[in-house]
């Protein structure tokens, strides 16, 4: 199962930048159930959360690293299989390599990485 992610790029501090990871077709009926996660990556660090939504239909449940809170937000469009991560107001210490993760019945499947760069 391979996560399509996209929408990095570089931005000036206080700017915004949205993300999607788009999971397969082939997951489409069992989507709605996916826990998916935003996690960062800044170089010679450890991969850390930044966001996740829970599957479950209309009871979804997200949280947050304390550092984007009320700043990002996550939200899903379950007919089009994809997770949208809004940043705004972004800060320099969010730069990295941003990388989506779904968790489906006990297994783990991440994208590839989008690069996020925000500049001071």
């Known amino acids: 199962v391979q996560l399509q992610a996209s929408g990095g790029g570089r931005v000036q501090a206080g700017g915004s930048l949205r993300l999607s990871c788009k999971l397969p077709?082939?997951?489409?009926?069992?989507?709605?159930?996916?826990?998916v996660g935003w996690y960062r990556q800044a170089s010679g660090e450890q991969r850390d959360l930044v966001a996740r939504?829970?599957?479950?239909?209309?009871?979804?449940?997200?949280n947050y690293a304390d550092s984007v809170k009320g700043r990002f937000i996550i939200s899903r469009e379950n007919t089009r299989r994809t997770v949208h991560l809004q940043m705004n107001n972004l800060k320099s210490e969010d730069t990295g390599v941003y990388y989506c993760r779904a968790d489906l019945y006990g297994s783990v499947y991440w994208g590839q990485g989008t690069q996020v760069t925000v500049s001071s």
């Open positions: 077709r082939t997951i489409l009926s069992v989507f709605s159930s996916a826990t």
């Open positions: 939504i829970s599957g479950g239909g209309s009871n979804t449940a997200t």
